[in-house]
């Protein structure tokens, strides 16, 4: 009997594929390893072995598999059953949440090579330039890759080469595979053996008389191994002796020192040893954290609602400290990268090298890293910290999962599928491993709030800041006022600018809040009112001044600032609006002996860019720092005692549904900076529109009146937490296309579901990359099973696919889409 192996492949197909195997391969593979195999006509993909068996495939041959590249499963079975889940809730491909879960260096992709035909004459004259430039580097070298050529010839497109070559049989093509993941070596050296008696150690310092260079690198080494009782760097040996590493190979060629390599840890702790502890909790801590562990057990998932700056960190802390003990594992999810780097630092001092970190600014190589820690249970991998794709780890021992900030749109992800909630998917990852779930909040989302109150979750409130601080001073700026009355200096009332002066006066520091990154998002001709647009996207260019040019934050096209109107010539061209960038420029001018500093995407694009800002900040180097939504969530400075809101309208009047709601959060977490210790911290908030009930609702603090409000409309208008959301968006480059494709999507859509689907509509943003978009929305009533609407959406899907108009026509479906 054949024997045969299912395997997934990590491109967006529906399905498992099955090949072929040997007998003793069959014994030999397990789930989760990986196998790789041919796809196609020459492709080779590296896919995860899912499930052997002996049922040949019915409807195609079975290739045979063409390595396994895996002694062990490097996926385990609670990650497979995630996975499911995930394609199946989240309706994508398993193939495409495999690609998303895993680091791409485990990922292997077929690379093609190019070897020389040694059995064919080749008459060297008839050859073009380039063509023999190709052969003739493959008479040194057996193998050459695509780059290699690319480099030879100096040319971009190769392809008429290579097929040239190949015509005249030349060349013979074969795929290979690839693996990017290397272990980082170190280099080590050690005296010879011959070396370690004192008799012959004088005799060798004797011989090297001579040389005094590499006498200093003997007797360096001799010091630096007395201390430590190890072998020694050779990155430390030459720092210390002041020679360089050809000293170092001489020495090691004259067989007087011995050379190895060691595998490391590309990440490594660095802090001290000293005694490691938590500090301790004040009373509400203690009352929060006894009611949580109660909570655990009639609930797997719980809710801690802490006001802003209540000390839910020493809480978690605590928490996490029991479930090592118990030898389990921790995942503590993140929103931000920006976070993750100050609770680093916070996490570090307490559980030192127990805590490992995953996000998308580490190398691959420090990813796989932290993947195989996890995989084989590690002591520095017992902790994980990190943003959304963390919760993929290949955990087999998980106690806790800890989702700070639970309400933040950043564990939603949008692009590519899969398209999942990392707060949703971590209480499925969870419930596999029979492990608890704290949400933690200032400002829980709805949905969370709504489970809480319905005795879904549980709930346990932390109403008191920590060391008794009070809450901030909060007070409404009417700037429609200020500039009637010509009280505005720039974008700057008054009233804001007094409270700088006295705040750096002080010493004290200030965050200065506006959700716009750039210098301003329109430039307009004064003449004929004109103002760049975006060739590939329906938006106007934002002027970046730091770097002089006009950019577009959806494609990332940019054209040198105009100094004169594109349309009618005139050079009176003027900026409207104002982004971070505009801010940082005024308070320069205004304050001109502060520190300014700005955080938003374009300040913060290195890899260490997060750490560098916050500990400058940390460390009290900057007076004002000026930033975007990520100055909002969750950091913890001490010298913060005001902070400002440029302009609270343009975050509520925002068309959508969860605007009002969103506004609350945002400028409840950006006041909740303020005042973190004995000194009662201000908010300013400026805004055209101080009656507005949201900004009234935040300056009292009034949660649960926002709560109530917010939901009640949500039931009349049937959004969630009522109601399930399905949104299906459309895009080509054809206009009429997408019209016609949505249109008819949506009149199938409406004879199973009626009144429940709205649309189509083109979005505010309705071309992007030089492609149309159109949304159809599907509101699906508590009473619809979830699982048949999407088999009904699946089948429409189907038949989409099937018309040939539609080909080009791409459907993306996003469940849950907020």
């Not at 201390?227 to 430390?236: G, Q, R």
């Not at 007094?498 to 965050?511: M, P, V, Y």
Request: hydrophobic share 35%.
């Amino acid at each position: 009997m054949p024997y045969f192996v299912d395997v997934i492949v990590p491109i967006p197909v529906e399905r498992f594929f099955t090949y072929t195997i040997t007998k003793v391969e069959a014994d030999f593979i397990k789930q989760g390893m990986r196998i790789a195999v041919p796809f196609g006509k020459s492709k080779i993909y590296t896919a995860i072995a899912y499930k052997v068996h002996q049922n040949p495939p019915l409807h195609y041959e079975a290739k045979e598999i063409h390595q396994i590249l895996d002694d062990e499963p490097i996926v385990n079975e609670v990650q497979l059953q995630l996975w499911q889940w995930i394609a199946s809730y989240y309706m994508c491909a398993i193939g495409e949440v495999y690609r998303a879960a895993v680091p791409s260096a485990l990922l292997l992709e077929s690379e093609t090579t190019i070897c020389l035909n040694r059995e064919v004459e080749v008459d060297e004259h008839v050859l073009k330039d380039d063509d023999f430039l190709v052969y003739e580097a493959l008479q040194y070298q057996s193998v050459l890759t695509i780059q290699d050529i690319i480099s030879i010839t100096d040319k971009k497109t190769i392809l008429p080469i290579i097929k040239r070559l190949l015509g005249q049989g030349i060349i013979t093509l074969k795929e290979e595979i690839q693996e990017q993941y290397k272990p980082k070596l170190v280099r080590f050296v050690k005296l010879h053996s011959q070396y370690t008696t004192e008799e012959a150690l004088h005799e060798l310092l004797g011989s090297l008389s001579r040389a005094p260079k590499q006498r200093e690198v003997v007797l360096a080494l001799f010091t630096l191994s007395a201390a430590t009782k190890k072998s020694v760097k050779v990155s430390e040996l030459t720092a210390k002796s002041g020679a360089s590493s050809a000293v170092v190979k001489s020495l090691v060629s004259k067989n007087i020192l011995e050379e190895f390599h060691l595998q490391q840890d590309r990440v490594i702790y660095k802090g001290g040893t000293e005694d490691l502890k938590s500090s301790t909790l004040n009373s509400y801590q203690e009352t929060a954290l006894s009611e949580i562990k109660e909570s655990f057990n009639k609930h797997m998932v719980t809710l801690l609602h802490g006001v802003t700056s209540s000390g839910k960190t020493e809480v978690y802390v605590k928490l996490i400290e029991e479930v090592i003990a118990s030898g389990k594992q921790v995942l503590y999810l993140l929103p931000e990268i920006a976070l993750t780097t100050q609770l680093i630092y916070r996490l570090q001092s307490y559980f030192g090298e127990q805590v490992s970190v995953f996000h998308s600014k580490y190398s691959v190589n420090e990813r796989v890293e932290v993947w195989n820690n996890v995989l084989n249970d590690k002591p520095k991998a017992k902790i994980v910290i990190g943003a959304r794709s963390a919760m993929f780890l290949p955990f087999n021992n998980l106690g806790l999962v800890v989702v700070d900030e639970e309400h933040e749109v950043t564990f939603k992800q949008y692009d590519p599928a899969p398209r999942y909630q990392a707060r949703d998917a971590a209480i499925v990852l969870a419930s596999l491993h029979k492990s608890k779930v704290l949400l933690g909040s200032a400002t829980p989302s709805l949905e969370t709030y709504y489970n809480a109150t319905q005795q879904k979750f549980g709930y346990v409130s932390l109403t008191r800041r920590f060391g008794d601080v009070l809450m901030p001073d909060m007070e409404l700026v009417d700037i429609k006022e200020a500039h009637r009355k010509r009280r505005m200096k720039g974008h700057f009332s008054e009233r804001l600018i007094k409270e700088i002066e006295a705040t750096l006066e002080e010493k004290e520091q200030i965050i200065l809040f506006q959700n716009r990154r750039g210098y301003a998002p329109i430039l307009e001709c004064n003449t004929c009112g004109y103002s760049p647009q975006c060739p590939n996207c329906d938006v106007s260019l934002t002027y970046h001044q730091y770097k002089n040019q006009l950019r577009c934050h959806y494609c990332g096209y940019h054209m040198a600032m105009q100094l004169k109107c594109l349309s009618c010539g005139s050079s009176e061209l003027d900026t409207k609006g104002f982004g971070t960038e505009q801010i940082e420029e005024e308070l320069k001018e205004l304050f001109p002996k502060a520190a300014v500093a700005r955080m938003d995407l374009d300040a913060t694009r290195g890899k260490h860019a997060y750490e560098k800002i916050i500990t400058a900040f940390e460390q009290q180097e900057i007076d004002i720092l000026v930033g975007t939504q990520m100055v909002a969530k969750g950091l913890d400075f001490r010298n913060i005692t005001l902070v400002g809101v440029m302009n609270a309208d343009n975050l509520i009047n925002f068309p959508d549904f969860r605007s009002h709601e969103r506004s609350f959060q945002l400028l409840q977490q950006v006041s909740g900076r303020a005042g973190r210790t004995q000194k009662r911290g201000k908010v300013l908030i400026q805004t055209y529109n101080p009656y507005h009930q949201i900004l009234q609702q935040v300056t009292v603090n009034d949660y649960e009146g926002m709560s109530k409000e917010q939901l009640n409309e949500r039931y009349t208008f049937k959004y969630p937490p009522f109601y399930k959301l399905i949104k299906i968006t459309f895009k080509d480059k054809d206009y009429n296309k997408v019209n016609k494709a949505s249109d008819w999507f949506a009149t199938s859509l409406k004879n199973s579901f009626k009144q429940h689907v709205l649309g189509p509509e083109f979005p505010p943003v309705s071309r992007i990359r030089n492609q149309y978009l159109k949304h159809v929305l599907l509101k699906i009533p508590p009473q619809y099973s979830l699982q048949k609407t999407k088999g009904v959406i699946g089948k429409i899907q189907t038949s989409f696919e099937a018309i040939a108009e539609f080909k080009s026509v791409r459907v993306i479906l996003n469940i849950d889409p907020y």
